[in-house]
């Protein structure tokens, strides 16, 4: 018999009868604001007040999204404002950096590019153009990051631009769902688009991923009707619920694993992996099997903190009326390669499906189907993969250089391509049939050699870029005693 820790909640037809009154509405947006409270969230309130108003006025439901976002920008939403101060510093720019000057020109000119672009991508979609507008705008931005330090203007001006790199950089994987959109047989009006650019229900989380995904997907999952809204917010409350319960085991492992003086708990004291990277590239090296427990610690560190905030994000989303999947499911638990990469971080490998995969994948090597598989795994998990983090760090390069910073990713550009091959070899064993076993031992081994894989590739993921692609291979080679 199977035990659940939080019950179905939108499978009780009286609570889901109950939350399409007046009243259970009020009473669904109460306990929602009440958990994000005591998850630590110090915007519940807010929050809470967009919600009502997307619950009460569903008509009204994209407006609110759009001024809830455009509110969430001006006082929520992550942007790196420290590194963008620290460029001004770097380039010598006198006098104090005036923050509201700066950024709201860089915003300004940021959307009037991305609708200039937006409204040239229609016009040639109209007139039938056959051209690839995902590729060429991110071709475009790449180009941006190779040139802004190479601008004859002033060092005032040079820094102004590199601030609108990075406000660009942050919306860059947002619109090219929109310029996806535009290929559709119904696009959605730009307006109602503009309101899932950083949405306000993912405005604090540091990540350029679209959560869940574009217009074209949020048309198909939003809730139509009260029945629908009322499973909806039950299953975010659900979702929230596991949030906090994976929250306060995170926190717990952490304590346990690496030691927090404030909490009064036995700690196993163990090195983080990029500290054990380091104590090994200095002559340092710890031994075979602390090594071996920071790399798996640091694995399933990762995963827990992903889905911690993975949950919240799509909570939030299911709470203002998106039925969205969750971004991490039961990853211990695939069995293939592949399967893992569908499971671990779902809507960042369907950013790299959409914007890499499928354009490869119908456009190329059609009469030769593993070739076109692979080319389109390389394209996603490689190449995608590859330009996202580089994109990412445009910090980095504003420090570095474009050269010198493309070149300290050496380390991820291996991660990146081994990725691509596991994947590859583990979709072509799915299409050929590879049969799966049933057997007690084969449910174990396959996760197990999964898990393996990602773990000890996971050497060569996000790593110190002070540190060569020697030391991270020197280390791999000490987990086996080299």
């Known amino acids: 018999m199977s035990v659940k820790i939080i019950p179905p909640l939108e499978r009780y037809e009286f609570l889901v009868a ?17 958990l994000l409270w005591v998850g630590g969230k110090s915007w519940w309130m807010e929050f809470g007040v967009i919600a009502a108003f997307t619950t009460y006025s569903p008509t009204w439901r994209r407006a609110v999204i759009l001024l809830g976002t455009v509110y969430w920008l001006v006082n ?35 959307f009037i590019y991305l609708g200039a672009f937006y ?8 007139r039938r153009i056959v051209w690839h507008p995902v ?6 931005y790449g180009a941006m990051l190779a040139s802004v330090e190479l601008l004859p203007v002033s060092a005032a001006w040079q820094a102004s631009a590199w601030v609108f790199v990075i406000v660009v950089g942050q919306y860059v994987w947002f619109f090219c769902y929109s310029l996806i959109d535009l290929q559709t047989a119904r696009p959605t009006a730009l307006w109602r688009q503009a309101g899932f650019w950083l949405p306000f229900w993912q405005g604090t989380v540091n990540t350029a991923t679209p959560l869940p995904k574009g217009a074209a997907y949020l048309n198909r999952i939003e809730a139509q009707d009260d029945r629908s809204l009322a499973v909806t917010q039950l299953k975010a409350i659900k979702l929230l619920l596991w949030a906090l319960l994976l929250s306060g085991v995170y926190w717990l492992y952490k304590a346990v694993v690496y030691g927090d003086p404030a909490i009064g708990v036995v700690s196993l004291e163990i090195p983080t992996l990029r500290q054990a990277i380091a104590a090994s590239a200095a002559g340092r090296p710890e031994s075979w099997y602390v090594n071996w427990t920071a790399l798996l610690a640091n694995f399933f560190r990762d995963i827990l903190q992903l889905a911690v905030w993975g949950h919240m994000v799509i909570a939030c989303a299911r709470f203002v009326g998106f039925a969205a999947l969750r971004n991490t499911y039961r990853p211990l638990a695939s069995r293939t390669i592949a399967e893992f990469w569908n499971r671990y971080y779902y809507y960042f490998k369907e950013l790299l499906a959409e914007c890499f995969f499928y354009p490869v994948y119908l456009r190329f090597f059609k009469k ?24 990412r760090d445009v910090e ?3 420090d570095h ?22 994947i590859a070899v583990s979709m072509l064993r799915s299409l050929s049939g590879a049969a799966r076993s049933s057997s007690t031992s084969a449910r174990w081994r396959g996760p197990l050699t999964v898990l393996s894989f990602y773990a000890v590739l996971s050497i060569f993921d996000d790593p110190d870029r002070s540190l060569s692609f020697t030391d991270h291979v020197i280390f791999a080679g000490r987990l086996v005693g080299l």
């Not at 509405?25 to 306990?31: C, F, N």
């Not at 409204?119 to 109209?126: I, P, T």
């Open 368 to 391: 030769n189907p593993k070739l076109r598989v692979f080319a389109a795994v390389f394209a996603a998990a490689g190449v995608g993969n590859f330009l996202y983090h580089f994109f």
């Open 18 to 34: 109950a939350a399409q009154t007046v009243w259970g509405k009020a009473a669904l947006l109460a306990v929602f604001s009440a």
């Open 396 to 398: 980095y390069i504003a």
């Open 135 to 140: 590729a060429a705008f991110v071709g475009v």
């Open 119 to 126: 409204l040239l991508a229609w016009r040639l979609q109209e």
């Open 76 to 110: 929520y939403t992550w942007f790196d404002r420290e590194a963008a101060a620290d460029i001004f510093i770097q380039l010598d720019v006198q006098g104090a950096l005036d923050w509201w000057r700066v950024w709201t020109g860089a915003f300004g000119a940021a």
């Open 401 to 422: 250089g474009f050269w010198p910073a493309l070149y300290d990713f050496r380390v991820y550009l291996f991660y990146v391509t081994v990725l691509s091959v596991g």
